[in-house]
């Protein structure tokens, strides 16, 4: 059983660390379609700055505003730096307290607290970039029953900025999500089955300390829409 035990936890890491290097695939094509959203956007800045689907475009600007790309790749390379000191060594059969209860721990903490900032504020990407590749969809109808001025910006905005590229944009912030919420679950997972086989006594409060850590519910609905 014990050889099991280890064999399933064994692959469960290499797992998690491939799916935790597939991200740094997604940040490329990332930068590279967030250049071209910026390129649409300026290119459209001066013709269509007052229709309702440009301040669309603009509210997904304003959230992406707030995140870094190279901060990203640190936030998934440090945590997959986490995943390789929790690996068990040959003749292993559990991480020493010593190691799991010291700069270890801070560098967990600090992990998991990374992974909840950063859903917060992909998932409010996600959101207004799903806002904003809707909004022409929804009011074409509309622009065609009633074509004022405002629809008719609306219309041509959509022409010149490519919904394609909300759709990309989505696809990928999606996808990290849903990369950092298995990064932070499988961490999470693996450090309290670390610390239950090398300090028993320490699991429960250790189980009730990494909750606080949890990812909000509203972050996890964004990655299951």
């Known amino acids: 059983m014990a050889t099991m035990e280890m064999v399933d936890s064994a692959e469960?890491?290499?797992?998690l660390q491939r799916d935790l290097r597939s991200a740094d695939?997604?940040?490329r094509t990332l930068k590279e379609e967030i250049g071209l959203f910026q390129?649409?956007?300026?290119?459209?800045?001066?013709q269509h700055r007052r229709a309702a689907f440009y301040k669309h475009l603009q509210e997904v600007k304003r959230y992406m505003r707030d995140l870094s790309i190279v901060e990203m790749e640190k936030l998934f390379g440090d945590a997959r730096d986490v995943?390789?000191?929790?690996?068990l060594q040959d003749g292993e059969h559990h991480v020493s307290w010593k190691a799991l209860s010291g700069d270890l721990k801070v560098t967990i903490d600090a992990v998991l607290r990374?992974?909840?900032?950063f859903a917060q504020g992909i998932s409010g990407v996600i959101q207004a970039?799903?806002?904003a590749y809707k909004y022409p969809l929804n009011q074409r109808s509309t622009a065609i029953s009633c074509p004022d001025l405002e629809m008719t910006c609306c219309s041509l905005?959509?022409?010149?900025f490519s919904p394609f590229i909300l759709a990309r944009l989505t696809l990928l912030f999606k996808t990290l999500l849903i990369r950092a919420i298995e990064g932070h679950g499988g961490i999470t997972l693996i450090y309290l089955n670390e610390v239950t086989k090398s300090n028993p006594l320490r699991a429960r409060v250790t189980a009730i300390q990494l909750s606080g850590y949890r990812i909000p519910a509203d972050a996890i609905a964004v990655a299951n829409t």
């Not at 390129?39 to 001066?46: D, P, Q």
């Open 39 to 46: 390129r649409s956007m300026y290119k459209n800045h001066s």
């Open 114 to 117: 990374r992974f909840v900032t």
């Open 25 to 27: 695939d997604v940040l």
């Open 157 to 160: 905005t959509a022409l010149c």
């Open 83 to 87: 995943v390789a000191q929790l690996e």
């Open 12 to 15: 469960a890491m290499t797992t």
């Open 129 to 131: 970039a799903q806002k």
